[in-house]
């Protein structure tokens, strides 16, 4: 018989919105199952985050969080959850000092916080532990939180399969245990999503190997809507050569806008000028333009040898290189590269996602029991993420999340047995299949293709044609896959069903990018080059049965009174 846990707030993922969320629910006196994939808090996305935190705390100049919300409204191109914005851009200078007194050590220029001046801010406002520390630091700050409470049961290696659905609320969850196993099910009053994003289905991306889009499949099943599923934002200047071991990919960016690295073309010229953004020696480029700029001069014939561009720092003396990059020089001339002498070459890599679960400002989504936090959120972003926001939504909403988790919970314990029963005889049936076909390992791979070539940052309609035929012939082979016959830490399974996932939400991608006949912030469309004011509206995606169902939704703006004019 499989294993029957109960709790009153499950939580599923645990990277630093998990973390968050648990900690907040734990301090109202709440049972708290925080549950991972891989390792509970050594995971998701925040720990490898190595740049800065968005928050108007006004240390090195004068800010207000209107600003802030100002510029992400700004960044997200006309399609921000207004309200979910300001939530995270007027909590997040509390969220930055409840950190501080947990000891998470940001940096200080004398006796006021350092703050970095990033791309698409109008001013310095981003916080940092050091330029490749934020996220162990915050991560590992976050940890010693969750240790702190009795009350927070933390278990690894536990994959999701199904959130349960009983009297038209989330009531729970059936999981399989890596470590042995076995099939269990999780009777919880309400449940968390805290997954991250989807960027894991890009052969070249900068996730966590966990990063598949789990939570939005999880949610789509149980009747959640999703939101802006076509806006996967790519990091403009991800590692490409020569070959770095041992480094992020996406390292490059705090020094280039610290520093001034020149973005050069194959010819070595200086080019997002002719994109519409002169950056006169300082990196204020927004990331969308920066990835268009790129592949545009790529596609041109003016790309770097290995199909990206330049990035220099020559025009950098030794002594300010080594001032900012610090042991990272040493670290860097082990790869053989040696910034004095050399470019790098740099292209766009799949970063983060603008979309998620559709909730409303509790965080809670339109099926009752069930939230969302951090990047499983989508809305609060629009079109394109703004530069540093990312640590902030897992701060931000993971507390939220957390507290009105507990808030739901004050009811009677569900009894899910009945209603886990076909979720549970699934797993069973899933596992030491003998298949006929590829691996799911393999279709992993395949599938990380078919998105990099046809969903990538530059879409045509005959493109995302082609990407939906092939996604539909990977959920026909689905069911003949062989799921390996290793009773404990069986991969291949683990792969099935994170692959029946991916293409579940792969296809929501492809579908709301093929609908949307425009190109605005993170999605452009090849054949529809110009934004259209028509489009200024969400794409809700819900399933009925097992088809995807898209629809139109307006986007909540807040009155004029809320913002604020220097």
Known sequence: MAQYLQT???????????????????????????????????SGATIMAQMTVAAAVGEEEPDDWRF?????????????????????????????????????GWARSGNHLTQAHAPGHDRKRCVYVDFLNTGPATSRTLRNQVRKYDNIRRVSDLIVTDLVTQDDRVAGAVALHL?????????AKATVIATGGLTGMYNRNSASANMGGDGFAL??????????????????????????IGMDPIMWDPFRYKLGGRLLNGNLEEFTQNYGTPEDGKYV????????????????GRGSPHGGAWLSFEH????????????????LAKNGIDLTKMAIEVAPIAHYHMGGLRTDDSLACNVPGLFATGEAVGGAN??????????????????????????????????????????????????????????????IAKLQGIMQRNVGPFRTRAGLQRALEDLSELAVALPHMPTGSAPTFNQQLADWFGLRNMVLVAKTIATAALARTESRGAHQREDYPGLDEDWANNQIIRLEGDEIELSRGEVRRLAKEEFVHE
């Open 219 to 244: 949610g789509l099943r149980a009747g959640a809507e999703l939101i802006d599923m076509e806006f996967v934002q790519f990091f403009p200047i991800g590692h490409l050569a020569p070959r770095l």
């Open 179 to 187: 470590e042995s196993g076995q099939a269990l099910s999780i009777a």
């Open 8 to 42: 009153d707030v499950l939580i599923v993922g645990a990277g630093g919105a998990g973390m968050y969320a648990a900690i907040a629910a734990a301090e109202t006196g709440a049972n708290v199952l925080l549950l991972d994939k891989s390792i509970v808090g050594r």
């Open 382 to 443: 629009g079109a394109n993420r703004l530069s540093g926001n990312a640590i902030t939504e897992a701060f931000v909403f993971g507390e939220l999340a957390g507290r009105s988790a507990a808030a739901f919970s004050g009811q009677a314990m569900p009894d899910i047995r009945e209603a886990a029963k076909p979720l549970l005889a699934m797993i069973e049936a899933t596992a030491n299949r003998p298949g006929d076909g590829m691996t799911p390992t393999a279709a």
């Open 68 to 104: 802030h919300l100002r510029d992400t409204i700004a960044a997200g191109r006309d399609l921000v959850d207004e309200p979910l914005a300001r939530i995270l851009c007027q909590t997040a200078p509390e969220r930055i000092w409840e950190m501080e007194e947990w000891g998470v």
């Open 316 to 331: 950098i003396a030794e002594a300010d290189l080594r001032a900012a990059f610090g042991p990272v020089i040493d670290r």
């Open 285 to 300: 480029v927004t990331r969308d333009t920066a990835t268009y700029a790129i592949f545009k001069e790529v596609e041109a």
